[in-house]
Nanobody, 125 residues
């Protein structure tokens, strides 16, 4: 059973930076993907970024390209999401998720079998 625990959320001003961390335990294979999704109030959960557990490939939603960076920290067994140039529209609960796909980077929630509890990110002045 894969367990995921997010941390690092909080309140940040527009233009600021924040790093989210997803601590993973359990059976995750190098070809599985770990992704970040976000859900704003009253809206659907949407894809943000994903990385293969091996750390070799990444994928991003268009609106975060150039601002967010997803990476796998093998020493800490985490998947981190570095978020720069944050905007109020980035405000949401951010969720970490692990897929059961192999060697692909899905962007739909149904492809991900395990989810964390979420961490709130608020971008406001």
């Amino acid at each position: 059973q894969v367990q995921l625990v997010e941390s690092g959320g909080g309140l940040v001003q527009p233009g600021g930076s924040l790093t989210l961390s997803c601590a993973a335990s359990g059976p995750i294979f190098s070809g599985n993907a770990v992704g970040w999704f976000r859900q704003a109030p009253g809206k659907e959960r949407v894809f943000v970024a994903a990385v293969l557990w091996s750390g070799t490939r990444t994928n991003y939603e268009d609106s975060v390209k150039g601002r967010f960076t997803i990476s796998r920290d093998k020493a800490k067994n985490t998947v981190d999401l570095q978020m720069n140039s944050l905007k109020p529209v980035d405000t949401a609960v951010y969720y970490c998720a692990a897929s059961n796909t192999l060697n692909s980077l899905p962007s739909t929630p149904v492809a991900f079998r395990s989810w964390g509890q979420g961490t709130q990110v608020t971008v406001s002045s």
